[in-house]
């Protein structure tokens, strides 16, 4: 044997994963536990940045749906008023899931 070649070990894992992995070694399993938990409580805190921005998006969705109705509303009345016919709306009224009392 004249020719000797070096073979990097990610190499083989990179090229035939169903043959080779790279396993770490030094580390305790209380670090692998805590690398988990770090991990987790990102994922968790990502997760509810995530839910707040769900929420504030479907807020922001019924605020414009409200306001539109409203609007739309209001031009319905306009027109019954240009054309002449009489709409009573009674004070306690909620009109389209307005949830303020007229």
Same mark, same amino acid.
């Given at each position: 044997m004249q020719?000797?070649?070096?073979?990097?070990g990610h190499w083989l894992a990179e090229l035939g994963p169903m043959f080779f992995s790279v396993k770490e070694t030094g580390r305790s399993g209380r670090a692998k536990r805590r690398q988990?938990?770090?991990h987790?409580?990102?994922?968790?805190?990502?997760m509810k940045i @995530? &839910?707040?921005?769900?929420?504030a998006r479907k807020e922001e969705q019924e605020r414009k749906l409200q306001a539109g109705t409203r609007v739309y509303v209001?031009?319905?009345l306009y027109l019954c008023y240009i054309f002449g016919f009489?709409?009573?709306?009674?004070?306690? @009224? &909620?009109?389209?899931?307005?949830?303020?009392?007229?």
């Open positions: 020719c000797v070649t070096a073979v990097d988990a938990l770090e987790l409580q990102e994922m968790e805190g990502q @995530a &839910q707040e921005e769900i929420k209001q031009f319905v009489n709409v009573v709306i009674p004070r306690d @009224a &909620q009109i389209m899931g307005d949830r303020s009392a007229r």
